[in-house]
């Protein structure tokens, strides 16, 4: 059986990580990382045994599909050349800048028939997977994420950076329609909110009470 080709497109703070591990799984061929900065991209395909290019586009026609871990902004620009020509692509939360661009996206893979995943990874935690099996139909949800600044996804958020996690979690344990949303955030270190409080109340009554946090002294995740 023959290899899936794969590349990854962005092997920064996270998509250094994505190249390490596909380099490392049985039945994939990492062939190649794109990075616009040849410094990091040589260091990383050095390291994974691969090669670097700086130009995602050049990977078209040599791969099978595609891991995006670009800055946000990119998602888009990035994903949508791929999925134009039939190239599955795993693309970092979140999956676009804002909803206009993630629903292009979605109506782009659905037109092609690709695979366009979003890299939600907490919904395969171990860990959720048990809870989300044992906790029949929740009625409260408290769920906390907070950590120091990173200094990293500065072109988003606290709300897509973190707690984006937490609402894709609870919306896949609540089965019920979102009624209402109340919410408000403060930013402390640039343009966007670096803390963000959310309370969410389902039809059948259920309530989630979700917070973000980056700047805070201490790191902690709690549902």
């Known amino acids: ?3 899936i080709r794969v590349g990854v497109v962005g092997v920064g703070a996270l998509g250094r990580h994505h190249a390490r591990i596909l380099a490392g799984l049985e039945g994939v061929e990492l062939v190649a990382v794109a990075d616009s ?3 990091v991209g040589r260091r990383v395909a050095a390291d994974c045994g691969t090669r670097w290019v700086s130009d995602y586009r050049e990977l078209i026609g040599e791969i099978d599909a595609c891991s995006i871990a670009v800055p946000t ?3 888009f ?3 949508a050349e791929f999925l134009r020509r039939g190239v599955p692509a795993m693309v970092e939360k979140p999956l676009a800048a804002d909803l206009e661009e993630a629903q292009w996206l979605v109506r782009l893979a659905e037109g092609t028939g690709s695979v ?3 890299g939600h990874v907490e919904r395969f935690n171990p860990a959720f997977e048990t809870a989300a099996a044992l906790c029949g139909t929740p009625k409260y949800i408290r769920a906390e994420r907070v950590s120091p600044y990173a200094f990293r996804s500065t072109d988003i958020g606290a ?3 973190l707690m984006i996690h937490d609402l894709d979690l609870i919306l896949s344990l609540v089965e019920s329609p979102l009624e209402r949303v109340e919410a408000f955030g403060i930013s402390v270190l640039g343009g966007h909110e670096d803390c963000a409080q959310a309370r969410l109340v389902f039809a059948d009554g259920c309530i989630a009470d979700v917070t973000a946090n980056r700047v805070c002294p201490s790191a902690k995740r709690t549902m």
């Open 77 to 79: 620009a990035v994903a």
């Open 73 to 75: 902004r990119a998602h």
């Open 159 to 161: 709300v897509h950076d």
């Open 116 to 118: 366009l995943q979003v």
């Open 1 to 3: 059986m023959s290899s």
């Open 37 to 39: 900065r040849e410094d």
